[in-house]
């Protein structure tokens, strides 16, 4: 399982999925997703589909990931630089830690919050080995935001509530880009993109998208 061409193989199909950003593939093809997993359900580490990480949550499909990072790429501020990294991003629900591993090959710094601390612990205990540096694990309350490192160039959620909270688009930096989960007009999920700039804020609707909901307080 840990060969690389494996994960070689699912990086092939997030790119026949449309996935064109290279620095999104290279990413997803360089972090050791099954170490964000329990051994139980190694062997399904490398399938597009989403495994419990125990709390009641979920990793995120690679799909899924790869999607929400790209579109975080495509912020304004970044438009015309395709080869750059983002500055400092905000990723909001740690989860297992494997978004924050995946941003930290993207991004030049990633504050990652948590409100349950049995994953904040089991992220800790997942990224140890990477040694990632850039990358700063917080227990809190992820609608908060974490103000003390705004402004960020970039925020995206891994929870799903029934509006964007102020305090983000508060924390994002003009020309940076905030992709979440939003309940949409249906009851269900959609992704929506917000974009800020010199004006205010611009927010496009996009695809339908299943995430936990997003809480308040911690746990």
């Not at 972090?31 to 329990?38: K, L, M």
Request: hydrophobic fraction near 45%; proline fraction near 5%.
């Amino acid at each position: 399982m840990a060969s690389a061409a494996v994960r070689a193989r699912m990086v092939q199909k997030l790119a026949a999925q449309g996935i064109a950003d290279a620095r999104v593939l290279q990413a997803l093809g360089t972090v050791e997703r099954h170490g964000f997993v329990d051994s139980a359900l190694v062997n399904q580490a490398y399938e597009d589909t989403s495994l419990p990480i125990g709390l009641g949550q979920t990793i995120s499909k690679p799909s899924v990931v790869a999607r929400m990072v790209e579109l975080l790429l495509g912020a304004p501020a970044l438009v015309g630089k395709p080869q750059d990294k983002l500055g400092r991003v905000l990723d909001i629900g740690t989860g297992c830690g494997y978004q924050a591993a995946v941003l930290s090959h993207v991004a030049s710094e990633v504050y990652s919050i948590e409100r349950l601390r049995g994953l904040h612990e089991k992220a800790r205990a997942n990224l140890r080995p990477f040694r990632l540096s850039t990358v700063h694990l917080l227990f809190g309350d992820g609608r908060l935001g974490y103000p003390k490192g705004a402004p960020y160039a970039g925020i995206v959620a891994a929870a799903g509530g029934e509006d964007i909270p102020a305090t983000w688009i508060e924390q994002l930096a003009v020309g940076g880009r905030i992709v979440a989960p939003m309940q949409s007009a249906n009851g269900g999920q959609a992704l929506v993109v917000i974009d800020k700039n010199a004006r205010g804020t611009e927010r496009r609707m996009l695809e339908p998208v299943h995430f936990v909901p997003l809480k308040s307080g911690i746990a």
